[in-house]
């Protein structure tokens, strides 16, 4: 069975970290340019970071280039985003995606992805 399954996220105060975790299945991740993407109530998608396959480049949303950072685990078929210096900004459901793409200082997917996990809950509050 092909799917995502993100976790990591939970409630935490203004500075603090957390790491979220993207497990796939039913597919090899490394094949995959894999991305992060968040949705805060009543916001649209956005893009938060994307990491190439093969040669694993990374990429970031101005919003929180130097705090995050994006990395995958090969063996554990796993992608994480590490997440430093939290900010009441970065609430929301985050997502992960197998594809994304950097146009324009943009982080997307594709207009005809359509293969989400359920998402992990970061909620950022003092």
């Known amino acids: 069975q092909v799917q995502l399954v993100e976790s990591g996220g939970g409630l935490v105060q203004p500075g603090d970290s957390l790491r979220l975790s993207c497990a796939a299945s039913?597919?090899?991740?490394?094949?995959?340019?894999m991305g992060w993407f968040r949705q805060a109530p009543g916001k649209e998608r956005e893009g938060v970071s994307c990491i190439s396959d093969s040669v694993n480049i990374t990429y970031y949303a101005d919003s929180v280039k130097g705090r995050f950072t994006i990395s995958r685990d090969s063996a554990k078929n796993t992608v994480y985003l590490q997440m430093n210096s939290l900010k009441p900004e970065d609430t929301a459901v985050y997502y992960c995606?197998?594809?994304?793409?950097?146009?324009?200082?943009?982080?997307?997917?594709?207009?005809?992805?359509?293969?989400w996990g359920q998402g992990t809950q970061v909620t950022v509050s003092s």
């Open positions: 039913g597919f090899t991740l490394d094949d995959y340019a």
């Open positions: 995606a197998a594809d994304c793409r950097y146009i324009e200082t943009t982080i997307d997917v594709p207009p005809s992805y359509d293969f």
